[in-house]
């Protein structure tokens, strides 16, 4: 079963921050928060992911609350290209790994 | 670097058939996963392979789907015979150990 709770859907402007939040209040301190993103018909695609320290690379940014129970995935400027379904999952470390994909969040960038 | 291929990309069959999906991984990567994806839903872990034994077969219906990775490196994914609600894509992906998964573009089955 999925580990992390996120909102159906999200609409963004173009251009502008897309912000993505995930719950994970359960995750072991031993768990980390991976992000990938599902444009139609196509395989996921890794974005970002993170344990304790907020991360950054060309895609995104994840910002991990202290307490590590929630995380944002942050799109500094969204695209058209950005719109896809977004997951958050936590990597279940004690059973090999395993990815427990949840229904994800839906985001739409509007022009 | 070349992705995960599967093949084939499309496969449409009537229940009660048999059908195969191949998958070949990144270079490298000792762990293969095969995944079910149902529309509207997040991909399920069917199997996931190290090398080329079983990590974790939990939810991979046994009495009809069956995979294997005999020389660690391609894998193929089996359902006999398949069922109108095997309808769905099937995912593979990759990693070094413990690290993110690659995905390759999937095998969308119709079963009729």
């Known amino acids: 079963d999925a580990k992390t709770t996120q909102p159906t859907s999200m609409d963004c402007a173009e251009g502008r921050a897309a912000n993505l939040p995930c719950n994970h209040s359960?995750?072991?301190?031993?768990?980390?928060v991976y992000w990938y993103r599902q444009i139609h018909s196509q395989g996921p695609q890794y974005i970002i992911h993170?344990?304790?320290n907020n991360e950054t690379n060309e895609m995104a940014s994840l910002i991990i609350t202290e307490d590590r129970k929630s995380s944002t995935l942050i799109l500094p400027h969204a695209t058209l290209r950005d719109t896809a379904v977004y997951y958050c999952?936590?990597?279940?470390?004690?059973?090999?790994?395993?990815?427990?994909f949840g229904t994800g969040t839906s985001l739409t960038v509007i022009p | 670097e070349a992705g995960v291929a599967q093949s084939p990309r499309y496969k449409i069959i009537e229940k009660r058939q048999s059908v195969a999906f191949w998958c070949n991984p990144i270079?490298?990567?000792?762990?293969l996963y095969w995944y079910q994806q149902i529309l509207g839903q997040g991909p399920k872990l069917l199997i996931q392979?190290?090398?080329?034994?079983?990590?974790?077969d939990s939810q991979l219906p046994k009495d009809r789907f069956s995979a294997e990775r005999l020389k660690g490196v391609d894998s193929t994914l089996k359902i006999q015979p398949a069922k109108l609600e095997d309808s769905a894509v099937y995912l593979c992906?990759?990693?070094?150990?413990?690290?993110?998964?690659?995905f390759g573009p999937g095998t969308r089955l119709t079963v009729l």
């Open positions: 993170g344990l304790k």
């Open positions: 270079s490298g990567h000792a762990t």
């Open positions: 359960t995750i072991s301190g031993n768990e980390y």
């Open positions: 392979f190290q090398n080329n034994g079983v990590v974790d």
């Open positions: 992906a990759s990693s070094l150990v413990g690290r993110a998964q690659f």
């Open positions: 999952i936590v990597r279940v470390t004690n059973t090999g790994n395993q990815f427990y």
